[in-house]
């Protein structure tokens, strides 16, 4: 089974409007983290933002925020006032168990975020 | 600091050829990884290593081999190239930070492999 779902393979979204990407996680262990990141054109993998599942409110980060909703296990993105240089791809990725015992990653297929000028 | 680094940039193989990815990372950071991030898909892990002298299997380790003798470098070797090894590979290292609830893993800009 997907441990990360990332269900909107593309998306367009008008410069300035706000948009959310998408992710649900499956996991049995009470201890993990989420991560997204951005990938440009130009390859590079970006970190974003991070949510820890015992971490009591939602993570921002600038114009990035998550809605975190625990028991639904999702942990969607959300970009305030988009703008053209928002366009890549997005990647959300889980971190199972605690920090410091595991750093490995497993990883959405990611989506591909266009915005329209 | 040069944060990660990965050469080549680029490589065309033949099939059965081997060669190695060169990654290095100048932030002592203990953990280091290889991913391939193929169309379609997230990324994958293929080796890891937790320290100098430590390394293990990732999600799809066949046809790759890892040493870490020194903290700062973590080589990716392909033994007999082919052409299901064509994509892109990315280089990671992370390490904790003081102060900070996590550990983001800090990418390499990736060595587009293709395989003929």
């Known amino acids: 089974a997907q441990k990360i779902t990332q269900t909107q393979p593309g998306m367009f979204v008008q410069e300035k409007e706000a948009v959310t990407l998408d992710c649900t996680y499956d996991?049995?262990?009470?201890?993990?983290?989420l991560f997204w990141y951005k990938q440009p054109s130009s390859g590079e993998m970006i970190f974003l933002i991070y949510q820890g599942s015992y971490d009591q409110q939602n993570a921002t980060e600038g114009r990035y925020s998550l809605n975190f909703q625990k028991a639904r296990k999702s942990a969607n993105l959300v970009i305030s006032a988009s703008q053209l240089g928002d366009s890549a791809m997005y990647f959300c990725?889980?971190?199972?168990?605690?920090?410091?015992?595991?750093?490995?990653?497993?990883w959405g297929a990611g989506t591909k975020l266009i915005i329209k000028p | 600091n040069a944060g990660v680094t990965q050469t080549p940039k680029f490589q065309v193989l033949k099939t059965g050829q081997s060669m190695t990815l060169q990654c290095a990372q100048d932030m002592n950071h203990e953990y280091m990884s290889w991913y391939r991030q193929d169309p379609g898909m997230g990324l994958r892990l293929i080796h890891y290593?937790?320290?100098?002298?430590?390394?293990d299997q990732g999600e799809v380790p066949n046809g790759y081999n890892v040493s870490r003798s020194t903290t700062e470098d973590f080589p990716l070797r392909l033994l007999s190239a082919a052409p299901s090894q064509t994509s892109v590979y990315f280089c990671a290292s992370s390490s904790p930070r003081t102060g900070v609830s996590y550990n983001e893993q800090f990418f390499g800009p990736g060595t587009r492999l293709t395989v003929l």
């Open positions: 996991t049995s262990d009470p201890s993990y983290g």
């Open positions: 290593s937790v320290g100098a002298g430590i390394t």
């Open positions: 990725a889980m971190r199972e168990g605690y920090m410091d015992s595991n750093y490995q990653l497993i």
